[in-house]
């Protein structure tokens, strides 16, 4: 099956940079909250302060959600792989490793989606190219995580592998989310159903196994701003910004912001956080970013343009 690829304008390109920003921040958001707040409440506060937001635009748009009990069952399905356990794993994970190392091992989603794809569709199949990016994506992983494992980190191990199977529900969700397209339902209301779904599940459940309304309450500036942050930038405007690409740009083109995500969270990290990095780290970016490359294939197309270019004006230029 052959992928289209369409161009992106301006006005896409600045959108593709604002989600990469907006969900790069989230990892910062994150390892602020986390300092004071369980990895449950994170999330709960996260996906319930985001689901009234949506709620309130479908309302001022002069929409309302739908009541069907299937596309209610597909919120939640939605909302378990895409929200519950990604952000509560990765959430978790970031109490134990810098917000940077997370959101490297976050940008393994493609390539577990590649696999997943492979064995729940049957037309998102193996290529050459896919297959040569997902090995040297992993080659990269195996290198932080075997160092890790080496060292005996027991803690870190754990929430390195918390991130990837965050990343790998992510991929499940990149699957389940294609049944959207035939129930008939809005990008807007789709955003909406799973956090909504997602909320109702988790405040509950952090209410019971956090007990987070009970003193010592944390109440911390520094961290209700990053919880705001975190629910109505890098979730509720995040999620609009990414229909949005969705629908202009394709899904080929949203690839992209895999390469930048781990960018703005690295530099947050650093600058804000004051975390550091270790050169095994930045050698497994290199690995995974490699490995993207091989997957999306554009910039190779660009190289052999471009060589191609020289390798004419270059026989024009000995003609004459």
């Given at each position: 099956?052959?992928?289209i690829h369409?161009?992106?304008?301006?006005?896409e390109?600045?959108?593709?940079?604002?989600l990469?920003?907006?969900?790069?921040?989230s990892?910062?958001?994150?390892g602020?909250?986390?300092e004071?707040?369980?990895?449950l409440?994170?999330?709960?506060?996260?996906?319930?302060?985001?689901?009234l937001?949506?709620n309130?635009?479908i309302?001022l748009?002069g929409?309302r959600?739908?009541?069907?009990?299937g596309l209610?069952?597909?919120?939640?399905?939605?909302?378990l792989?895409n929200?519950m356990?990604?952000?509560?794993?990765i959430a978790?994970?970031?109490?134990?490793?810098?917000?940077g190392?997370?959101?490297?091992?976050?940008?393994?989603?493609?390539?577990?989606?590649?696999?997943?794809a492979?064995?729940?569709?049957r037309?998102?199949?193996?290529t050459?190219?896919?297959?040569?990016?997902?090995?040297?994506?992993?080659?990269?992983?195996?290198?932080?995580l075997?160092t890790?494992v080496?060292?005996g980190?027991?803690s870190?191990?754990w929430?390195?592998?918390?991130?990837l199977?965050?990343?790998v529900?992510?991929a499940?969700?990149g699957?389940?989310?294609?049944?959207?397209?035939?129930l008939g339902?809005?990008?807007?209301v789709?955003?909406c159903?799973q956090?909504?779904?997602?909320?109702?599940?988790?405040l509950?459940?952090?209410?019971?196994v956090?007990?987070f309304?009970?003193?010592?309450?944390?109440?911390?500036l520094d961290t209700?701003?990053?919880?705001f942050?975190?629910?109505?930038?890098?979730?509720?405007l995040?999620?609009?910004?990414y229909?949005?690409?969705l629908e202009s740009a394709?899904a080929?083109?949203l690839?992209?912001?895999t390469f930048l995500i781990?960018?703005?969270?690295?530099?947050l990290?650093?600058f804000?956080?004051?975390e550091r990095?270790?050169?095994?780290?930045?050698?497994?970016?290199?690995?995974?970013g490699?490995?993207?490359?091989?997957?999306?294939?554009?910039?190779w197309r660009?190289?052999?343009?471009?060589?191609h270019?020289?390798w004419?004006?270059?026989r024009g230029?000995?003609?004459?």
């Amino acid at each position: 099956m052959k992928t289209i690829h369409r161009t992106m304008g301006l006005m896409e390109w600045a959108l593709l940079l604002s989600l990469s920003m907006l969900w790069g921040g989230s990892f910062f958001f994150v390892g602020v909250a986390v300092e004071e707040l369980g990895p449950l409440t994170i999330v709960a506060l996260r996906v319930g302060l985001a689901a009234l937001a949506l709620n309130a635009m479908i309302l001022l748009r002069g929409q309302r959600m739908p009541l069907n009990r299937g596309l209610w069952a597909a919120f939640i399905g939605m909302g378990l792989l895409n929200n519950m356990i990604p952000f509560s794993l990765i959430a978790w994970g970031q109490g134990h490793i810098a917000s940077g190392l997370a959101s490297i091992l976050n940008a393994t989603t493609p390539f577990f989606t590649i696999l997943v794809a492979h064995f729940l569709t049957r037309d998102e199949l193996f290529t050459p190219g896919r297959l040569a990016g997902v090995a040297i994506g992993f080659a990269g992983v195996v290198y932080m995580l075997g160092t890790e494992v080496h060292e005996g980190t027991d803690s870190r191990s754990w929430a390195q592998l918390a991130v990837l199977a965050g990343a790998v529900s992510y991929a499940f969700a990149g699957v389940f989310g294609r049944r959207f397209r035939t129930l008939g339902c809005s990008p807007l209301v789709a955003a909406c159903g799973q956090v909504t779904a997602s909320a109702l599940v988790l405040l509950p459940l952090a209410l019971v196994v956090e007990r987070f309304w009970q003193p010592p309450w944390p109440a911390g500036l520094d961290t209700w701003s990053a919880v705001f942050g975190l629910a109505l930038f890098s979730t509720a405007l995040a999620y609009l910004i990414y229909f949005r690409l969705l629908e202009s740009a394709g899904a080929t083109n949203l690839l992209l912001v895999t390469f930048l995500i781990p960018a703005s969270a690295i530099l947050l990290g650093i600058f804000v956080l004051g975390e550091r990095l270790e050169w095994r780290h930045m050698i497994g970016m290199g690995l995974i970013g490699l490995g993207l490359v091989s997957i999306d294939g554009r910039p190779w197309r660009w190289f052999r343009r471009m060589a191609h270019a020289r390798w004419k004006a270059k026989r024009g230029g000995t003609s004459q």
